[in-house]
């Protein structure tokens, strides 16, 4: 046989064996000759996905080298925490206390989704604590000077913090004033109207047995404490995701995309099932799950799927990514400025209702003191970027998680509150310096 005839079998066989390997490729020809065979280039994902658990191990390592930490940071802090807590004091990881933690980190948990948003755009909303405190005011009076149906008043106080927001927005987006002087005028103004509305007594007592306020209650709890509501909770949980990830594993191969494995999405619902039924065996041996927080978890589930899913969520990364490119790709940049604002506005108004079900009323504090801030400081906490175009709404809860954690466990050892205060912004301003080191460390490696 010819050296020639030999050559020809030889790439034959390379060949054959390249497309043995490949499952999807793109095809493009060389730069130097367009008039050249096209060549395959495999799409890096599925050669880490066919290395298996080292391929994975690799691509974990190549996202933290250049700046892709997630919810990394956040995770091993809350690992920390509840570690050095327990240590110092037992009863901190008992069912009761964890019970208390996961209600109230509700209330300011859904001041923090509508912050997630705000700050999405690179954007700030100052006002969210005066108009919790201005939602709570105006439910009280609606249903107490009124005698209006409590339900129709919850829904006009959500229409009123909606139509607040709405309003920061358009000033910012249509006359050009900046967000942080808007909501700074919106917190002074709203909280003053708050106080002409609770009058010189400062406080309205609301009917615990009403029915918003029993349903944020601290002693309403999903399906009236029976044991089966939490692992209802906790399966519907894991079929959602079950659903979800199957679904779209079926639609990426469909479009001819990398997708997940079933390995692989099995071991994440896996570890999800393992998550939720323990969470809801430690909530059962107190006293259930609160109401109050299976409203936020609904929350953040439906929140989620409007920015992941969504047109308008993926408008909302688009304008907050830059938004000179956002107006180039026809997006319409001050409509989406004024209905986050808007949403911002909403969820303020439904953590006031939160903090109105914990007291059974409207008083001065609600929405005061250190409300914003740590609201603020839940959703950069848990991840989500001051710069913008970056973040999840899942930061509300890891956020809350970190600062409700902090808290109840100064609280067990007796702590004053300025240590409270020091220890928070300490961790506030570790939180923003992981940000910024993330974030300088993608510009680097070419996706900042």
Do not use: C
Request: proline letters at 2%.
């Amino acid at each position: 046989m010819s050296d020639t005839s030999k050559t020809v079998k030889s790439d034959t066989t390379k060949a054959e064996k390249t497309e043995g390997v490949v499952e999807a490729q793109n095809t493009v020809a060389p730069a130097d000759d367009p008039t050249a065979a096209p060549v395959s280039v495999v799409d890096p994902r599925l050669l880490i996905r066919e290395e298996g658990f080292k391929g994975y191990i690799t691509e974990f390592k190549r996202k933290v080298k250049g700046g892709e930490l997630g919810s990394l940071p956040v995770v091993i802090g809350l690992i920390v925490i509840w570690t050095i807590f327990q240590l110092k004091n037992d009863l901190f990881l008992s069912a009761d206390n964890l019970s208390n933690i996961s209600y109230f980190l509700s209330a300011t948990g859904m001041l923090a989704i509508g912050l997630v948003f705000v700050l999405l755009l690179g954007e700030i909303d100052l006002s969210v604590g005066s108009v919790s405190g201005l939602a709570s005011a105006v439910f009280a009076v609606f249903v107490v000077d009124h005698s209006m149906n409590p339900w129709l008043a919850l829904v006009l106080t959500i229409v009123t913090g909606t139509a607040i927001g709405a309003l920061h927005g358009w000033f910012f987006a249509k006359i050009g004033v900046p967000a942080f002087v808007v909501t700074l005028a919106g917190l002074l103004a709203w909280n003053g109207l708050m106080l002409w509305l609770l009058g010189s007594s400062g406080t309205i007592n609301l009917p615990s047995d009403s029915g918003p306020i029993k349903l944020f209650g601290q002693n309403s709890f999903f399906m009236d404490q029976a044991i089966i509501g939490a692992y209802l909770l906790a399966g519907i949980a894991v079929v959602l995701s079950f659903i979800g990830n199957f679904g779209e594993q079926r639609r990426r191969r469909a479009a001819g995309v990398p997708f997940r494995t079933n390995g692989e999405i099995l071991l994440r619902v896996g570890l999800l099932a393992l998550a939720a039924f323990v969470s809801a065996y430690v909530l059962n041996n107190a006293s259930g799950v609160s109401n109050a927080l299976v409203i936020f978890l609904t929350a953040l589930v439906i929140v989620d799927f409007v920015l992941r899913r969504t047109t308008y969520g993926r408008k909302v990364f688009a304008v907050g990514g830059g938004i000179e490119a956002a107006r180039r790709a026809g997006i319409n940049v001050p409509m989406v400025r004024i209905t986050v604002f808007a949403i911002s506005g909403g969820f303020a108004a439904v953590g006031g209702m939160f903090f109105a079900g914990q007291t059974a009323g409207a008083s001065l504090s609600a929405g005061a003191g250190d409300t914003l801030m740590l609201a603020i400081a839940a959703a950069v906490i848990g991840g989500t970027s001051l710069f913008g175009g970056r973040g999840t709404v899942w930061s509300a809860l890891l956020g809350m998680l970190v600062i409700q954690s902090i808290r109840t466990g100064l609280d067990l050892l007796n702590m004053n509150t300025s240590i409270q205060y020091m220890i928070t912004g300490g961790v506030l301003l570790g939180a923003v310096v992981i940000d910024s080191v993330s974030r300088r460390s993608q510009m680097a490696a070419g996706r900042g």
